[in-house]
């Protein structure tokens, strides 16, 4: 195989003496811009809330006002920004997985999985309260048990991965099989309604320091896995023939990156609820800024789903203060009109998405 059946990406990554081409000079730009905003956001999270910017200017006298940005409104940032990396890495996996720029933890039907496994645990168990070492731990293995079966089950419909359109639309039965499960079992168990309603609505509120060490250990799995199988990721973005004459062993590597996918997908949900779009967007505006293999990729996917998140949860908390709006509905309105717009963009330069 000769570089020039490579992409442009893969032939750079492949030069011994390349030297820093553009494409990693922008993509090193885009990380420490993607650094700066995580900052930036942080504390204008910490400031933003029904008090306004008066519990952060008497934090160092007033007791309560020092409790409300410490325990309140910096693990909620903190827990937005990670729960948005951990779905943004997801879905970079599994765009790369599936060979489908559609593809997300959504559509494949891990998240409709995980919430199932919630909804189970919680009608099994009853709602704990969220700032419950056992509790959180509890709901984030069911919901990574319930990521991972939707997932295999996906597979097993679509037989592989093979065949994109029936691999969306495996995943689009799933979802909706799932989902009406979980829905008769929030009939059965009525009082577990006014909790998977706020999970269902997605909603970072809950998030307490707890839950952001929990979620950061995840990502710190999860990255480091992805990273160490980007190679393989590279490979099958070629197809499966010149990922098989690379002699990469596809069957162990696609079964690492579908714990990854669900492992990633079932802790963010699990602590947050239904949130649209962070996973499918933000590889895509990663990708129209810098040409990057997927080693590059999974960590400015991640770091680009964390920005959005929390820059999306300071929205939901500031446009109707005191009051506040349900995160997930204020990204899927957000990401949903983006991916139109990118759409009718590439419809009429006569691209595809």
Not at 72 to 98: D, Y
Not at 266 to 293: C, D, E, N, W, Y
Not at 331 to 348: P, Q
Request: glycine residues 12%; proline residues 5%.
């Amino acid at each position: 195989m000769s570089d020039s059946t490579l992409p442009p990406a893969a032939v750079r990554s492949t030069a011994p003496h390349a030297g820093v081409t553009p494409s990693r000079q922008r993509a090193v730009w885009l990380l420490l811009a993607l650094a700066a905003l995580s900052v930036l956001l942080t504390g204008l999270g910490a400031s933003v809330g029904s008090t306004g910017f008066d519990s952060v200017l008497r934090l160092a006298d007033d007791p309560l006002a020092a409790r409300i940005v410490w325990d309140i409104r910096l693990p909620r940032s903190l827990g937005a920004w990670l729960a948005g990396a951990l779905l943004g890495l997801a879905g970079a996996v599994a765009q790369g997985l599936f060979r489908n720029p559609l593809a997300d933890p959504f559509l494949l039907g891990s998240a409709s999985g995980a919430s199932l496994g919630v909804a189970l645990a919680m009608a099994l168990f009853g709602v704990a309260p969220a700032t419950v070492w056992l509790a959180k731990l509890g709901l984030t293995g069911a919901a990574f048990v319930g990521a991972v079966l939707a997932v295999l089950l996906t597979l097993q419909l679509a037989r592989g991965v093979q065949h994109t359109l029936r691999l969306l639309l495996a995943g689009v039965i799933v979802g909706v099989v799932l989902g009406a499960v979980k829905d008769l079992i929030t009939l059965a168990a009525p009082d577990i309604i006014p909790s998977m309603q706020g999970f269902n609505l997605g909603s970072a509120g809950f998030i307490g320091w707890a839950s952001c060490v929990l979620m950061a250990a995840a990502w710190c799995v999860c990255a480091a896995a992805a990273w160490v199988f980007s190679r393989a990721l590279d490979g099958l973005s070629l197809g499966e023939a010149t990922a098989t004459s690379l002699g990469l062993p596809l069957a162990p590597m696609r079964l690492a990156l579908v714990a990854v996918l669900a492992l990633a997908t079932g802790t963010a949900v699990a602590q947050t609820g239904l949130i649209a779009f962070v996973g499918l967007a933000a590889p895509h505006l990663v990708r129209s800024m810098a040409k990057v293999t997927h080693a590059w990729l999974v960590l400015l996917a991640s770091l680009m789903g964390g920005v959005l998140l929390m820059g999306a949860d300071v929205l939901a908390r500031w446009v109707i203060a005191p009051q506040e709006l349900p995160v997930g509905v204020l990204t899927a309105v957000l990401g949903g009109g983006y991916l139109l717009w990118l759409m009718h963009r590439r419809t009429g330069q006569g691209g595809v998405l």
